[in-house]
């Protein structure tokens, strides 16, 4: 006989987005006359940057070539790729990052999930609520979060900092000890941000508490103001406490074809229950090392022609599109007399569902009588309840015509 691993009897039962899936595709099936507006899931509708396109139309026609197919690449991703990495996304802002303290992978959900194999399950976790799933989840299933409490809907061994709109969504340092903290800023759901001199407090926290912050920047692309930290590098002292996650799928549209990396700063520390000191850069590279071959040359190439001229500007073009969707939707929703947060550093907008409806009741009224998916608030977490997240990654005629219908539907 073979044992399950029980911690995963402690999850809901159905990931947010599937659930959202399922009940979709139910409705469009029930009613294929109906165009179902899609503004849910954080998906691109842009297509990819054309500089993307030639680049791996070249490095496939490369492959066909004995000379330069290639095979495995290094686990850790092809130095041309780091290189431009730690030049532009860093070096560019200050920041020195060394390219051994990056990671390329095939995607931040992966990273974001996969972190807490080099962490201890005895380490108690901060995170934000509402929060991305992924970072709740995989601490489940880990084994780090206890028992589920049905009634309070939350995890007995996690700390939820809640984000609402009383606290101008910036959480409140915990109040116990904890050892890591997840913090994903502009933040997703509520497309919130905080200010450097906001981010520092949780920098200053986390070398009082010997803590770690996992740092989920995916959505650093869509900042407009200024003052607002695309790094947590960029706040001194980050790199003696933090990691930092970054995607293009959002930045870039590569949510098909999957790329992203991780920062691990090399004198980032963590301890052995004996008291010795242990890289952390080093047990990711070790995790990495077994456990992947590698993100695709032909990908890795696409996100190298990211950071070319033609690359910067297409990719930019197509960031400014997804904004001047989040505008339509904050002024569709100003005008049917909606209060909204967000959309203007972060492609979602977290509006505040009518009085008397619980979010997913919303979701079904919307779904039904609108013919709108968002995504439920409390799907991220108790403190989500009362609201919901549009997403600025339709096309524009679509975010459109999805607003007209918001200002006719009776709320
Ligand atoms: C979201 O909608 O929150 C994101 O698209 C999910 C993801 O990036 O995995």
Redesign the pocket.
């Known amino acids: 006989m073979s044992y399950i691993n029980e911690n995963f009897m402690e999850l809901q039962d159905s990931y947010l987005?599937s659930t959202i899936a399922k009940k979709v595709a139910k409705y469009t099936q029930e009613h294929p006359d109906k165009k179902v507006i899609k503004l849910?899931?954080?998906?691109v509708t842009r297509p990819l940057a054309t500089a993307c396109i030639e680049a791996m139309h070249k490095a496939v026609d490369e492959m066909s070539t004995q000379n330069n197919f290639k095979g495995y690449g290094p686990e850790q991703g092809y130095e041309f790729l780091r290189k431009a990495i730690a030049k532009n996304d860093y070096e560019s802002r200050g920041i020195t990052i060394e390219e051994d303290e990056i990671f390329v992978s095939d995607?931040?959900?992966c990273d974001t999930g996969n972190i807490v194999d080099i962490f201890a399950k005895e380490n108690k976790v901060a995170i934000t609520d509402p929060v991305?799933p992924?970072y709740l989840d995989t601490n489940v299933m880990s084994g780090r979060s206890g028992k589920y409490n049905k009634q309070t809907e939350t995890y007995e061994n996690i700390e939820y900092l809640p984000v609402m709109a009383e606290n101008d969504f910036k959480p409140e340092l915990p109040k116990q000890k904890v050892d890591m903290i997840y913090l994903c800023f502009p933040n997703?759901?509520t497309g919130t941000v905080l200010t450097k001199e906001e981010l520092k407090k949780w920098i200053d926290y986390a070398k009082q508490n010997n803590s770690i912050i996992l740092y989920d920047s995916?959505y650093e692309a869509f900042i407009t103001e200024p003052n607002i930290p695309h790094s947590i590098y960029e706040i001194e002292g980050a790199k003696d406490v933090a990691i930092e996650f970054r995607?293009y799928?959002?930045t870039a549209g590569f949510?098909g074809i999957r790329c992203a990396y991780v920062v691990i700063p090399k004198q980032l520390k963590g301890y052995t229950k004996q008291g010795e000191e242990v890289s952390y850069n080093k047990l990711w590279n070790r995790r990495t090392c077994t456990k992947f071959n590698g993100a695709s040359y032909i990908v890795q190439k696409a996100a190298e022609a990211i950071y070319t001229k033609e690359g910067q500007k297409q990719i930019k073009e197509n960031i400014q599109y997804y904004m001047e969707n989040a505008k339509i939707i904050r002024e569709g929703l100003e005008k049917a007399g909606i209060k909204y947060y967000g959309g203007v550093n972060a492609p979602?907008v977290w509006l505040k569902v009518p009085q008397g409806m619980t979010s997913w009741e919303f979701f079904d009224k919307l779904l039904e009588e609108a013919n709108i998916v968002g995504?439920p608030g409390s799907g991220f977490g108790p403190h989500g309840e009362g609201y919901f997240?549009l997403?600025a990654f339709g096309t524009k005629e679509s975010t459109q015509e999805a607003m007209e219908r918001i200002k006719k539907l009776k709320i």
């Not at 849910?40 to 998906?43: N, V, W």
């Open positions: 987005f849910g899931i954080g998906d995607g931040a959900k991305y992924v997703n759901p995916a995607s799928s959002k949510t979602y995504t997240r997403t």
